[in-house]
Nanobody, 115 residues
C-alpha cells in the first residue's frame, strides 16, 4: 500500500513563494504519473499539475500556469511543487497522489496566502 506524506505548507503573503513536497512509499512510485491536487474550503478537490514517470510535466491547471512548477526525484520517491507569485485564491490544502488518484490520500499540507 502506498503512503503519501506531504509537507512544506504555511502562511505566505501574496506574491510570495512556497515549495511543497511529498514523499511516497512503495516501489511502484518511479513508474507512475504523479500529481498535485488541492482542495479549498467549500470546494471540490482539483488537479493542479501532473508529471510523468520520467519527470516531464504534463499538465497545469490554467490558473497556475507560469507560476507553479512540478518536479520529482525518483531516487528519493519525492514529488515537489514550487509555487511562485502566490495569490489568495491559491489558499488550499495540497495533496500529492498517483494520477489517476489512488483511494488512499495523505494528510495534505495547508497553504494560506494572505496579507
Amino acid at each position: 500500500q502506498v503512503q503519501l506524506v506531504e509537507s512544506g505548507g504555511g502562511l505566505v503573503q501574496p506574491g510570495g513563494s512556497l515549495r511543497v513536497s511529498c514523499v511516497a512509499s512503495g516501489s511502484i512510485f518511479s513508474i507512475n504519473t504523479m500529481g498535485w491536487f488541492r482542495q479549498a474550503p467549500g470546494k471540490e478537490r482539483e488537479l493542479v499539475a501532473t508529471i510523468s514517470s520520467r519527470g516531464t510535466p504534463h499538465y497545469y491547471i490554467d490558473s497556475v500556469k507560469g507560476r507553479f512548477t512540478i518536479s520529482r526525484d525518483n531516487a528519493k520517491n519525492t514529488v515537489a511543487l514550487q509555487m511562485n507569485s502566490l495569490k489568495p485564491e491559491d489558499t488550499a490544502a495540497y495533496y500529492c497522489n498517483n494520477v489517476p488518484p489512488l483511494p488512499s490520500w495523505g494528510q495534505g499540507t495547508q497553504v494560506f496566502v494572505s496579507s
